[in-house]
């Protein structure tokens, strides 16, 4: 049974860091693809972060350059580095895991391709 647990999340000004992890259990995150995604009220979920089994990662152009996904293999666990936040990056922050494709490399940001999802945790970010 896979499960996915995150935490990290909080409330912090403009400009400020958070760092989210996702500890797993029944999933290897080193064995497929791994992702975060978030979900503001009234909106779709959108992918944020993606890294694949090789370790390439992609990111959401709103992002790019201000957060950093990355994996602890020794202790099963995804992290998410955001730096430089914005109150427009408010939302349930969640940690998925998918199995869907083979390739080390693959590394979607669409929701739809992921297997298993954490319960989320929330950022809020003040001006």
């Known amino acids: 049974q896979v499960q996915l647990v995150e935490s990290g999340g909080g409330s912090v000004q403009a400009g400020g860091s958070l760092r989210l992890s996702c500890a797993s259990s029944g999933y290897t995150v080193s064995s497929y693809y791994m992702g975060w995604f978030r979900q503001a009220p009234g909106k779709e979920r959108e992918g944020v972060a993606a890294?694949?089994?090789?370790?390439?990662?992609d990111y959401a152009a709103s992002v790019k350059g201000r957060f950093t996904i990355s994996r602890d293999n020794a202790r099963n666990t995804l992290y998410l580095q955001m730096n430089n936040l914005k109150p427009e990056d408010t939302a349930m922050y969640y940690c998925a895991a998918g199995r869907r494709r083979w390739d080390r490399g693959y590394r979607p940001l669409e929701p739809r391709e992921y297997n298993y999802w954490g319960q989320g945790t929330q950022v809020t970010v003040s001006s």
């Open positions: 890294i694949g089994a090789d370790g390439s990662t």
